[in-house]
């Protein structure tokens, strides 16, 4: 299982709206290294969602319901399925992410406008440690 982390602005797509939908799909993407990302996703692999927007946090936790496919709306682009499993509370910020100087190198601190990434396992244990009753 792989882990991502996608960002969404909570005035376009909210963390509480998939919540209370319980899926999705993830479309509008059209930077090439994000929809490279997008196609590496397999059904199972977990997500991050983190709103962006001047929130810059990491609110919850969806999975992947469905095997890539193109973006109907845009034929360079590409969707997936994602299913609401959790909330992270208390959110994780930002600026605590950096305040560890343990990721610096990960795509999130690096390219602060990449909508969708891959996830560091470093960074997965670190949640782990740090919400162990979370399903992770």
Not at 6 to 22: C, F, Q, V
Not at 113 to 120: F, I, K, N
């Amino acid at each position: 299982m792989a882990y991502f982390l996608a960002k969404t602005d909570p005035d376009t797509y909210s963390i509480d709206e998939l919540k209370r939908d319980g899926a999705t799909t993830w479309d509008g993407v059209t930077n090439a290294q994000a929809v490279a990302v997008i196609r590496c996703m397999k059904p199972g692999d977990r997500v991050f969602i983190y709103h962006s927007g001047g929130q810059s946090k990491i609110l919850g936790l969806a999975k992947i319901t469905s095997a890539p496919r193109p973006d109907p709306a845009n034929p360079k682009s590409a969707v997936v399925d994602l299913e609401f499993t959790g909330e992270i509370d208390p959110p994780v910020t930002l600026p605590e992410i950096k305040a560890t100087g343990l990721f610096d190198d990960w795509a999130l601190i690096r390219q602060g406008r990449l909508s969708t990434m891959a996830v560091p396992q470093a960074f997965v244990d670190w949640m782990k440690k740090r919400y162990p009753k979370a399903k992770l």
